[in-house]
Nanobody, 114 residues
Framework: VQLVESGGGLVQPGGSLRLSCAAS????????MSWYRQAPGKERELVAA????????NYADSVKGRFTLSRDNAKNTVFLQMNSLKPEDTAVYYC????????WGKGTLVTVSS
């Protein structure tokens, strides 16, 4: 089983990034997919989640209207489009798959700074 995140990096405030999470080794279409993040000195928090069919999404209040979560079950990939980034979005972002098992990626660092 693998969840491989990509797309992180350094961006200025107000900028955008698109994170991807490529999954393998399990039946992707059955799993709820989520992104979590953990900022330095803080607990890991849920950013956004999407249902197995892609029709249901929910977002943390702090990212509503700025982040969009989507998935492509044909490509076993989930995407997090992040717009209007703020310094407080700086964190390591983790991909999570949950159904009968709970899988995690190793994370990708997003730094929002001028």
């Amino acid at each position: 089983v693998q969840l491989v995140e990509s797309g992180g990096g350094l961006v200025q405030p107000g900028g955008s990034l698109r994170l991807s999470c490529a999954a393998s080794g399990f039946t992707f279409r059955n799993y709820v997919m989520s992104w979590y993040r953990q900022a330095p000195g803080k607990e890991r928090e849920l950013v956004a989640a999407i249902g197995s069919a892609g029709g249901d999404t929910n977002y943390a209040d702090s990212v509503k209207g700025r982040f969009t979560l989507s998935r492509d079950n044909a490509k076993n990939t989930v995407f997090l489009q992040m717009n209007s980034l703020k310094p407080e979005d700086t964190a390591v972002y983790y991909c999570n798959a949950r159904w009968t098992r709970d899988y995690w990626g190793k994370g990708t660092l997003v730094t929002v700074s001028s």
